[in-house]
């Protein structure tokens, strides 16, 4: 070859360099030419590519009815090398993708903006029969955003994570933050102040200072001993619980506690109570004869009213507080066990038991309470085991009794129950007192009769004496009796004439005896005993028998009208005899002005006066009858009064009518009253889940009934005769505004309306269970969460609920439960009190320390000295100095001046309680509360141990929540899929050219997966989207999207 090429010719030589040049450079042109143009369809491609992901979200919001926001957010986190490969040109350069660039980061280089790309208002369209594009308007309007909680999980993460970390330190620095960015100017600082929610929660705590101190009294439980409970029963243990109720109030202790003494020891206290401070007054009237009896009376009601009410019942509530949570706790335990079939299955079982330990070690299982409060209102089967607990666990023989049988022990180791049995004994007991009582004085008279009717005539005579001879020395005055009549005395007033006296008064009463006024009296206060006696024990049995639930209580209310009627009986005979009092009244024996028969006849006065007028006006003294009206004026007033209430019709029949009136009401109340005992048959279960509450409540078919039963249909017309009067009386209605017993009646029943409002949020338990939650719709937005608008309070506990015990599974170590003693902290931090002295001098005492903060809250850009234009005089950075006192003795005087120049510890700083140095929260403060709370307090802190165990419950909640969102979170992912994601994923669509230039680029964008709604069928699933670009520049845009199997 080199042979042959050596001798060829020189142009041949020539040409063939010439031919192999002119190959490489075709060869290069080609080569050229083939690049530039994958490159341009490789460029080409990019934008179909880049803008297809746009025209999705524009077709699966008219189709789908997806969010296009939602949607373009969704394709734009996906990454360009998962969804376009690592050769995806999308810069100038021509950069390959990194493994962090996303589809958002091309849409500034190919369309010039980072977000709102696609025009808002551009239309998906079709082609009519002569090609022109038609606007498609029956589309659907992009509404559904499928639910993501991711705000929500994440913000529960870091607060699980804030509190490994809630040192007093970190606290300072946060409200250092705090202050310089919301605090920082006036405007921010008045948005605050102006706050109305903000401004209330304030005013509240300012204006109820008592109320908060009795809380934090009442949370603030010192912890039991270890022994506390050792070797006791659940049923022993409330026992114990109710006897040391019981010991702080009587001073009485018991070693043993197989018995509650409650009831029986509380009820004699306050009856020794009473009967020590009625002897004590009654000893000083026998001291001092110048002491009044109505004065007597009022200071003995005034000082029984001061030991009942006045009483430091604080000295109960450690006992209390732990009745009450040990109560709560073995009730939702029996509620949500359902295979102890009877209470007293729990109640013989030993506290002790390790399934317990919360409860022993002073702790409240909220998980349990939880469980219990979500059955209690989804089912009433559970309201009833409730019920069954509370109430019907106790002796049924200690439940139901009255006057005149009573069990010697009534303690049923239910303390509500206790405290209805013993009121209900107090009254018993003090009616038997008070028979006791006068039987004694029955025996002090009938031993003194002598003495004691000597010194009633003495009193009488000398009375009359007084009187009489201011009038004239010439009237005389009598005493007789004889043997055989001696307890009537006799009062005589007369003047001696020459052979005869001319009498003017000749009054007999019966002092004594049997008939005597003294026992009719005494046997009316019996009876008054016998009837509250009756009407207490009735009342009370029934309160209990609601409670109770007995199917056959075996409750009648006849005995309690019987001895109504017998009170007025034995008033009526008290009134109205006539033997036991009988005066005469006349002119010296010439003529007879008045007959008064018994005390009804002492009220008829004024119509026994009239002879007597008459005669005046007959001798024209009319003068005189002016003065004998007044005199008898009262009297007058009390038969008007009578006849306007009803119980007469005329006052000069006095006498007759209401005698009348008051023998048909004896007869009328034991028939009322013998069957209608049905009407209170009263079912607390079924009402207190009732339904529709839109007109009705759980008390009002109790009212319904109530008044049904007291005045019943068959018996209007004698209820309005007998009945009304005693109602108007009591009511005071001289102006006769109740007409009939009807008005009373239907406000009777319509009472429980005044109890529970129209707008309460609680008129039975649907009411609570169907309770809608109602949070800020930005905040709901905001997490995410916005599902929980229409979440009931049911729902949401059984949400709970059922997380609760799904993490108890997987987790049966951790646990629930706090220790509440810190909530008594935080009470007591509320009712913190502060003395500020102000740089000008100025003095503030015992001002709350929350409201001071509030009242003297500044601005960050005051906090300079140097700088103080437009603080105010009442600025927290004006106090010189202040004393902190947080109860329990605690008092701190901080001098402010020394943190004058230390912009990172401001006055603010002291409403959590940070201490100067700021490594340790102020005992009793807010801060210190949130430390016995999450953690915090220092390690020689005797709460310590409290706060680090508080602090886990907390932690297990928050692992709880993220533990139900992270399940959630599948669960929202997984539907969204099914919804959107299956149609917005790369293998969906697909895309094919149809052309390209400079200025315009069209292309198939084509569904693979479509939905079986009526639009996308219509529609259909090819789309020609055209992408231009009208301004010579490197930016493009779609300028149409067009459904190609659009079906007119």
Request: proline share 2%; glycine share 4%.
């Amino acid at each position: 070859m080199k042979k042959s090429v050596k001798k060829a010719k020189p142009w041949v030589i020539g040409l063939i360099v010439v031919f192999a040049f002119i190959s490489g450079f075709l060869f290069f042109v080609k080569s050229y030419v083939d690049s530039s143009k994958q490159n341009y369809l490789n460029k080409i491609q990019s934008y179909i590519d880049a803008s297809s992901y746009l025209a999705k979200s524009k077709i699966l919001k008219n189709v789908e009815d997806l969010n296009e926001d939602y949607v373009n957010q969704k394709l734009s986190e996906q990454y360009l090398e998962q969804e376009f490969g690592k050769d995806f040109i999308w810069k100038p350069d021509k950069t390959n993708t990194t493994l962090k660039s996303k589809i958002s980061d091309i849409y500034r280089t190919y369309f010039g903006k980072s977000i709102d790309v696609i025009e808002k208002d551009l239309k998906l369209q079709y082609r009519d029969n002569k090609k022109n594009l038609v606007d498609i308007t029956d589309l659907k309007n992009g509404e559904f955003v499928p639910k993501n909680i991711d705000k929500i999980t994440a913000l529960t993460k870091s607060s699980e994570d804030f509190l490994n970390g809630f040192s007093p330190s970190f606290a300072s620095l946060g409200l250092s933050l705090f202050q310089s960015q919301v605090l920082k100017n006036e405007n921010n600082l008045k948005q605050i102040k102006d706050n109305n929610i903000l401004k209330g929660v304030v005013n509240f705590i300012n204006n109820n200072q008592s109320l908060i101190n009795l809380l934090s009294k009442i949370f603030s439980t010192k912890k039991v001993e270890k022994d506390y409970y050792k070797n006791l029963t659940i049923k022993q243990a409330f026992n114990k619980n109710i006897n040391l109720i019981s010991s702080s109030l009587t001073g009485r202790y018991y070693s043993h506690h197989d018995e509650d003494h409650f009831a029986n020891d509380v009820s004699e206290f306050f009856i020794q109570k009473v009967k020590t401070t009625v002897l004590d007054e009654w000893q000083k009237v026998k001291n001092n004869s110048s002491v009044e009896i109505i004065d007597k009376f009022k200071t003995i009601f005034t000082k029984v009213k001061d030991e009942l009410f006045k009483f430091d019942y604080l000295k109960i509530a450690d006992n209390l507080f732990r009745y009450i949570q040990s109560k709560l706790y073995f009730a939702m335990y029996y509620v949500i066990n359902e295979d102890l079939k009877d209470p007293s299955e729990l109640l013989n079982q030993k506290i002790e038991d390790k399934r317990f330990s919360a409860l022993v070690n002073n702790k409240l299982d909220f998980s349990l309470l939880i469980n219990g409060f979500t059955k209690v209102l989804e089912n009433q089967k559970y309201a009833t085991r409730l019920l069954d607990f509370l109430f019907k666990r106790v002796d049924k023989t200690k439940v139901y009794f009255d006057h005149n049988k009573m069990p010697e022990n009534i303690g049923t180791s239910s303390l509500i129950l206790d405290i209805i049995n013993a009121l209900q004994r107090t009254i018993l007991r003090a009616n038997t007192l008070i028979r006791e009582a006068i039987e004694g004085l029955e025996t002090y008279i009938k031993d003194n009769m002598y003495q004691l009717r000597e010194k009633i005539r003495t009193t009488i005579i000398g009375f009359l004496k007084s009187k009489v001879n201011a009038f004239s020395h010439s009237v005389h005055f009598g005493y007789i009796h004889t043997h055989e009549d001696y307890n009537r005395l006799t009062v005589q007033i007369y003047t001696n004439l020459w052979l005869t006296k001319l009498y003017y008064v000749d009054a007999n009463i019966y002092i004594f005896g049997k008939d005597g006024l003294i026992t009719k009296i005494f046997d009316l206060f019996k009876q008054i005993g016998n009837s509250i006696s009756a009407t207490s024990s009735d009342s009370f049995n029934f309160l209990k028998h609601v409670l109770y639930r007995d199917s056959n209580p075996n409750i009648g209310f006849k005995d309690n009208f019987v001895e109504i009627s017998k009170l007025i009986e034995v008033g009526h005979k008290l009134f109205s005899d006539q033997k036991m009092l009988n005066i005469n009244l006349s002119l010296g024996g010439l003529k007879q002005i008045a007959n008064i028969k018994g005390i009804y006849g002492i009220l008829n006065l004024p119509n026994e006066l009239d002879s007597l007028k008459s005669l005046l006006n007959t001798f024209g003294l009319s003068q005189f009858t002016k003065k004998v009206e007044d005199g008898v004026k009262p009297l007058q007033n009390i038969l008007d009064l009578l006849k306007d209430f009803g119980f007469i019709t005329d006052t000069k029949k006095f006498v007759e009518q209401f005698d009348g009136y008051v023998q048909k009401i004896i007869k009328y109340l034991p028939k009322k009253y013998e069957s209608v005992n049905t009407q209170l048959n009263y079912d607390l279960i079924s009402n207190l889940y009732l339904q529709d509450t839109s007109q009705t409540n759980f008390l009002k078919e109790f009212t319904t009934r109530l008044a049904e039963f007291l005045f019943p249909k068959n018996n209007q017309a004698n209820d309005n005769e007998l009945l009304l009067p005693v109602i108007r009386l009591v009511r005071f209605d001289k102006e006769n505004k109740i007409k009939s017993v009807d008005q009373i009646k239907n406000a009777l029943a319509n009472y429980s309306e005044k109890i529970i409002s129209k707008d309460a949020l609680f008129k039975s338990l649907s009411d609570i269970k169907n309770l809608k939650i109602k949070l800020p719709d930005v905040v709901l937005k905001h997490l995410g969460i916005e599902n929980l608008e229409n979440l009931t309070i049911l729902e949401l506990l059984q949400i709970i609920s059922k997380y609760i015990n799904e993490f108890n599974k997987h987790n049966p170590n951790k646990s629930l439960t706090f220790d509440l003693s810190s909530i008594g902290y935080f009470l007591k931090a509320l009712s913190s009190k502060v003395d500020i002295t102000y740089s000008n001098g100025k003095k503030v005492d015992n001002k709350n320390l929350i409201k001071a903060l509030y009242d003297d809250l500044d601005s960050f850009n005051h906090n300079n000295d140097e700088n103080p234009r437009g603080r105010t005089d009442q600025s927290f950075y004006n106090w010189k100095s202040v004393v902190l006192k947080l109860g329990d003795g605690i008092e701190r005087t901080i001098d402010l001046s020394q943190i004058k120049n230390d912009f990172s510890y401001s006055p603010l700083h002291l409403l959590l309680g940070i201490d100067l140095n700021k490594v340790q929260y102020i005992k009793n403060t807010i801060g210190y509360a949130l430390g016995t709370l999450v953690g915090g307090i220092t390690i020689n802190d005797e709460n310590y141990n409290l706060a680090n165990e508080n602090r886990d419950a907390v932690i297990t909640i928050f692992a709880i929540i993220n533990f139900t969102l992270q399940n959630q979170v599948s669960i929202l992912k997984d539907l969204e899929y099914k919804k959107a994601g299956v149609y917005y994923k790369k293998d969906s669509w697909k895309t094919q050219l149809i052309k390209s230039s400079d200025k315009e680029i069209k292309y198939h964008l084509i569904r693979n997966l479509t939905s079986e709604n009526e639009i996308s069928k219509k529609v259909g699933n090819r789309f020609e989207v055209t992408l231009t670009n009208d301004e010579n520049n490197s930016y493009w845009k779609i300028s149409n999207i067009v459904a190609l199997d659009y079906k007119n």
